[in-house]
C-alpha cells in the first residue's frame, strides 16, 4: 500500500504561481512513477503530468506545457508540481496519483494510488 498526502493548494491570482507537494509513505518511493491529475467541477478527471521513477522522463498535458514543471526527491519520498503563469481555466482539485511501472501514464485508471486531493482556485 501506498499512502499519499498532498498540500500546497490555495487561491491565486491569474499569473500567479503556486507549488503542490505530494508526500508518499508505504511503500519505496523510487520505484513509482508518479502523476498529477486535476479535475474541475463538472468535468472528468483529467492528466496534468507524469514522472518516473528515476525522474529522468516527464510528461505533460497541453494545457501544463510550458507552465508546469514536476519534479521529485527521492530521498524526501515526495514529488512536486511547481505551477507557473497561472490561469482561472487551471481552477481544480489536485490528485497526486503513484503506478507500480517504470514508464509514466496518462490513464488514471493506470495509477492505483490516490492522494486527498487539494483545492487550487485561479482569480481573474
Known amino acids: 500500500q501506498v499512502q499519499l498526502v498532498v498540500s500546497g493548494g490555495g487561491l491565486v491570482q491569474a499569473g500567479g504561481s503556486l507549488r503542490l507537494s505530494c508526500a508518499a509513505s508505504?511503500?519505496?518511493?523510487?520505484?513509482?512513477?508518479m502523476g498529477w491529475f486535476r479535475q474541475a467541477p463538472g468535468k472528468e478527471r483529467e492528466f496534468v503530468a507524469a514522472?518516473?521513477?528515476?525522474?529522468?522522463?516527464?510528461e505533460y498535458a497541453d494545457c501544463a506545457k510550458g507552465r508546469f514543471t514536476i519534479s521529485r526527491d527521492n530521498a524526501e519520498n515526495t514529488v512536486y508540481l511547481q505551477m507557473n503563469s497561472l490561469k482561472p481555466e487551471d481552477t481544480a482539485v489536485y490528485y497526486c496519483a503513484a503506478r507500480n511501472g517504470v514508464k509514466t501514464r496518462t490513464d488514471p485508471d493506470e495509477y492505483a494510488y490516490w492522494g486527498q486531493g487539494t483545492q487550487v482556485t485561479v482569480s481573474s
Open positions: 514522472i518516473s521513477w528515476s525522474g529522468g522522463n516527464t
Open positions: 508505504g511503500r519505496t518511493f523510487s520505484s513509482l512513477t
